[in-house]
C-alpha cells in the first residue's frame, strides 16, 4: 500500500516568509509525528497528533511553528516569518495507534532552505 | 524520561568483515527500542524492533540486535557487511506513549 507522503520534496524560501508542509500519512493510522533533522541537532521532535488534537507539543522550538490535522488525516506544519536556522528536513511519521511499541513509519522528508 | 545514545558517530569496516553498531538507552518505563537505517538522500527505513518479547531481535537484511537489561544496551550486528550497507543508522527509544527518542546516529562506511 501507500507508504507517508509529503510535499514539497524541496523548499527553497527567503527569510522571513510564511511556509507550510504537508504530510499525508498511511491510510487509518491515527497517530501522525513530526521532526526536525538538521547539522548538528540529529532527530528532534516536534509535535505529535493523537486523531486530530495534539496532546504533545513540546518540541515545537517556538510561537513560529504551528501544526494542525484534520479529518484525522493530512496534516501541515507552518513556520511564519522563517529564520535561517529553520533549515532542515522535517520529517512526518505515521502509526497506527500511539503504543510505545508501535513501529513508526516516516515519509522522505521537505528540505527547507531559507536563504 | 527516555534518551539514548550511540557510542560511534563513524564505524568504518571491509566488505565481508562482521558490523557492530553500539547503542544504549536510558529509560523510566519498560521500553521499546528499534533502529532504523538512512541511506543517502532517503528516508528512515525500519531494520528492526524490540517490544519486550524475545530479546534476539533478527530483522531485514540480515541484521539483528540484542536487548540486554542488565547493560541498557541494544547493539546492532552483521555477520558480514555488504556494499549496500553504507548508510547511517539510527537507534531509537520510545517509552508508554510512542514518542521517539533518537541517537545522533551512526555513519557506517564500508571498504571494499
Known amino acids: 500500500g501507500a507508504g507517508v507522503s509529503q510535499s514539497p520534496s524541496n523548499k527553497v524560501t527567503e527569510k522571513g516568509k510564511d511556509v507550510e508542509l504537508r504530510c499525508d500519512p498511511i491510510s487509518g493510522h491515527t497517530a501522525l509525528y513530526w521532526y526536525r533533522q538538521s547539522l548538528g541537532q540529529g532527530l528532534e521532535f516536534l509535535i505529535y497528533?493523537?486523531?486530530?488534537?495534539?496532546?504533545?507539543k513540546s518540541g515545537l522550538p517556538s510561537d513560529r511553528f504551528s501544526a494542525e490535522r484534520t479529518g484525522g488525516s493530512v496534516s501541515t506544519l507552518t513556520i511564519q516569518r522563517t529564520q535561517q536556522e529553520d533549515s532542515a528536513v522535517y520529517l512526518c511519521?505515521?502509526?497506527?495507534?500511539?503504543?510505545?511499541?508501535?513501529?513508526?513509519?516516516f515519509g522522505p522528508g521537505t528540505r527547507l532552505t531559507v536563504l | 524520561a527516555q534518551s539514548v545514545t550511540q557510542l560511534d558517530s563513524h564505524v568504518s569496516v571491509s566488505e565481508g568483515t562482521p558490523v557492530l553498531l553500539r547503542c544504549n538507552y536510558s529509560?523510566?518505563?519498560?521500553?521499546?527500542l528499534f533502529w532504523y537505517v538512512q541511506h543517502p538522500n532517503k528516508g528512515l527505513q525500519l531494520l528492526l524492533k524490540y517490544t519486550s518479547a524475545a530479546t534476539l531481535v533478527k530483522g531485514i537484511n540480515g541484521f539483528e540486535a540484542e536487548f540486554k537489561k542488565s547493560e541498557t544496551s541494544f547493539h546492532l550486528t552483521k555477520p558480514s557487511a555488504h556494499m549496500s550497507d553504507a548508510a547511517e543508522y539510527f537507534c531509537v527509544v520510545s517509552g508508554f506513549i510512542n514518542k521517539f527518542y533518537f541517537g545522533s546516529g551512526t555513519k557506517l562506511n564500508v571498504k571494499p
Open positions: 529509560s523510566s518505563y519498560s521500553p521499546s
Open positions: 511519521a505515521s502509526s497506527l495507534s500511539r503504543a510505545g511499541a508501535d513501529t513508526q513509519y
Open positions: 497528533f493523537q486523531g486530530n488534537s495534539a496532546p504533545d
